[in-house]
């Protein structure tokens, strides 16, 4: 069965990652597993701090873990930098996406991998709007009888991670940069016009 329905829809065939980006995509998650060690422990000694008992011991073993893990983040950081300058072609696209407004150090380094790994499962033949239905931002109507005056959302059924950094990216457009003002009070005008 699984043999006929390759034969009749002749799919992709799987490529993996070019190494260079595999490798980047490795350093990438570890990164995020150590930021979320860091919020981890960060947590724990505001809560120690807020407790009417506490041992120095326990304090002093979260200030230590904390401050290692903020070493391992700046050593990670530094070499994922080494790794795109390494790699000049890497480093254009890198250039690219900065040019984008909200699109800055930590975000272009995850976008990079996420339209690498986008086009080696399309085949390079994936169009804007497929990008944007893979990663669950496609927008989602609400055509039930009883909800037809909902508003559309997004669909949400690609890569969260990849929506979540989009989304602080945007923020920071909005509360950073000139033209990412302009245009969201152009639409904040347009919205409250159609209302």
């Given at each position: 069965?699984?043999?006929?329905?390759?034969?009749?829809?002749?799919?992709?065939?799987?490529?993996?990652?070019?190494?260079?980006?595999?490798?980047?995509?490795?350093?990438?998650?570890?990164?995020?597993?150590?930021?979320?060690?860091?919020?981890?422990?960060?947590?724990?000694?505001?809560?120690?701090?807020?407790?009417?008992?506490?041992?120095?011991?326990?304090?002093?073993?979260?200030?230590?873990?904390?401050?290692?893990?903020?070493?391992?983040?700046?050593?990670?950081?530094?070499?994922?930098?080494?790794?795109?300058?390494?790699?000049?072609?890497?480093?254009?696209?890198?250039?690219?996406?900065?040019?984008?407004?909200?699109?800055?150090?930590?975000?272009?380094?995850?976008?990079?991998v996420a339209?690498?790994?986008?086009?080696?499962l399309t085949?390079?033949?994936?169009?804007?709007?497929?990008?944007?239905?893979?990663?669950?931002?496609?927008?989602?109507?609400?055509?039930?009888?009883?909800?037809?005056?909902?508003?559309?959302?997004?669909?949400?059924?690609?890569?969260?991670?990849?929506?979540?950094?989009?989304?602080?990216?945007?923020?920071?457009?909005?509360?950073?940069?000139?033209?990412?003002?302009?245009?969201?009070?152009?639409?904040?005008?347009?919205?409250?016009?159609?209302?």
């Amino acid at each position: 069965m699984l043999a006929h329905f390759g034969a009749v829809q002749q799919p992709f065939l799987w490529k993996p990652l070019p190494e260079e980006v595999a490798e980047l995509e490795s350093m990438l998650d570890r990164l995020d597993d150590l930021n979320g060690m860091l919020r981890s422990e960060q947590n724990r000694l505001e809560s120690q701090q807020n407790r009417n008992v506490c041992h120095k011991v326990s304090q002093k073993s979260i200030q230590d873990n904390i401050s290692y893990l903020q070493k391992q983040v700046e050593i990670l950081e530094d070499a994922i930098k080494n790794h795109i300058d390494t790699h000049t072609h890497l480093k254009e696209q890198v250039k690219n996406l900065k040019t984008v407004p909200g699109v800055g150090n930590k975000l272009s380094p995850h976008l990079l991998v996420a339209m690498h790994r986008f086009y080696v499962l399309t085949d390079c033949s994936g169009a804007i709007k497929v990008i944007a239905a893979y990663y669950g931002l496609d927008p989602q109507p609400h055509e039930s009888d009883k909800s037809i005056s909902k508003r559309p959302s997004i669909s949400r059924q690609g890569d969260r991670h990849i929506r979540h950094l989009l989304y602080m990216g945007a923020l920071g457009g909005i509360r950073g940069t000139i033209h990412c003002v302009h245009f969201t009070s152009d639409c904040l005008v347009e919205v409250r016009r159609l209302k």
